[in-house]
């Protein structure tokens, strides 16, 4: 039998919560992360809502003015490398060593890597390329590129730790974490590692949201109690978010071996392309049906043991429906009925980060045995009809566990967890 990966270890930075206590509390009771925001200080801008950070607040590139809870350390030192999200990152794998009762030094064995997903940060990109040429390329922070492109947490966070293990970053839009995750699983289940760290950021920025409002994804709706409301007939859009969530994922032998508690086995994965637009999901779920199918096949379950399905539902039109399509075609027609629901309705949509964190929240389900439910929803899209879709969180605990995750190009990915026996 090949290695069996487990997730022993969670930490979030979040809009619902700044760790696993107060992100559970959240998960069980329905609460929200969101708040009004005026991007760029221009009360004009339809985009009024967002699922804010609480605690950390990041006004100007000058890290001098950058500010985090008081129960959380950053070594200043180490900013000099970071954006706003790899501040986010740092506290979030801090917790997550933690919680998987690891000390850091443990992980320069050689036998520990790292699979990190960001955007890179355009907040501070934006700025420093305004430096540039304001100097005419005569000066320039020596910082610039580490701490501001996509592979700057995976720059920051090996280094910082002394990783020799595989480092990588991944780059698929808002499937990027979710196939962080699936090669992470690969490299365990293969032998290579026998643990890797999963850690997915992003800012929560005028730079890093705002300009999903070209493309009419975007909820212009100003409330925040209804603006994120996935497979909801009058959703308009999705809300943007950000903040950090890591994941320590084992060998389930050395996992045992150190005695430390298995949140859920990661028995399966899969992943699928559309094939079909450079932005646009695919009609009807084509990609991500395939996706689904592969993924129970990876983990050798049938569509009808699955009890919860952690959708990748954004709050978007067309992205809804394209997906209740597929889980139509995996489920409703095979006679199978599992619970489902959109944690984005919560949180809203964390992008690059959205994978990790909402695997994370069905590990926190599966050990802590209950269904998040789909909050906000108030009258289902028609489409929506033979799906089981509960309106609040259910005290059953889900043994199977099915999390989709769809980007832009048609990028699909899914996992299925497992409660540990």
Wanted: net charge neutral.
């Amino acid at each position: 039998m090949p290695p069996l990966p487990v997730i022993t270890g969670l930490g979030f930075i979040t809009s619902i919560g700044n760790d696993r206590a107060s992100v559970l509390r959240s998960l069980r009771e329905l609460r929200h992360g969101f708040e009004p925001v005026e991007f760029l200080g221009n009360p004009n801008l339809p985009v009024k809502v967002a699922g804010t950070v609480k605690g950390f607040d990041f006004p100007t590139p000058n890290r001098r003015d950058w500010r985090w809870p008081a129960s959380l350390t950053v070594d200043r030192e180490l900013l000099r490398g970071l954006a706003p999200h790899g501040v986010y990152a740092l506290c979030a794998l801090k917790q997550a060593l933690a919680d998987a009762g690891l000390d850091p030094a443990a992980l320069a064995d050689g036998d520990t890597g790292l699979y990190c997903a960001s955007a890179g940060s355009p907040f501070l990109l934006g700025h420093f390329l305004d430096q540039m040429h304001a100097t005419r390329g005569e000066r320039g922070n020596p910082m610039c590129i580490v701490s501001s492109i996509a592979g700057t947490l995976n720059f920051n966070l090996a280094a910082c730790y002394k990783i020799s293990g595989a480092v990588c970053g991944f780059s698929s839009a808002c499937a990027s974490s979710s196939h962080a995750l699936g090669y992470a699983m690969d490299e365990i289940r293969l032998g290579r590692q026998t643990r890797m760290l999963v850690v997915a950021a992003e800012d929560v920025t005028a730079e890093s949201i705002l300009p999903f409002s070209s493309l009419r994804v975007l909820s212009n709706n100003p409330d925040p109690e209804t603006a994120s409301r996935p497979f909801d007939r009058q959703r308009d859009g999705f809300v943007g978010t950000g903040g950090s969530v890591a994941i320590v994922v084992e060998d389930a032998a050395l996992a045992r071996r150190r005695g430390v508690r298995i949140y859920a086995e990661l028995i399966g994965w899969g992943q699928a392309g559309d094939g079909h637009s450079v932005a646009a999901s695919h009609p009807e779920g084509a990609g991500l049906r395939s996706a689904m199918q592969r993924a129970l096949g990876d983990a050798h379950v049938n569509a009808a043991a699955i009890d919860y399905v952690n959708a990748h539902a954004a709050s978007t039109p067309s992205g809804d429906r394209s997906e209740v399509l597929a889980l139509h075609s995996v489920f409703t027609g095979n006679s199978a009925k599992p619970h489902i629901s959109s944690t984005k309705a919560l949180t809203g949509h964390g992008l690059s980060l959205a994978g990790a964190m909402e695997i994370a929240f069905c590990a926190l389900a599966v050990a802590d045995r209950f269904i998040p439910g789909a909050a906000h929803l108030e009258e289902p899209d028609a489409v929506c009809a033979g799906l089981d879709l509960p309106r609040t969180s259910l005290d059953e605990a889900p043994r199977l566990v099915l999390k989709n995750s769809s980007g832009f190009g048609g990028s699909n990915v899914c996992h299925v967890l497992r409660r540990p026996a």
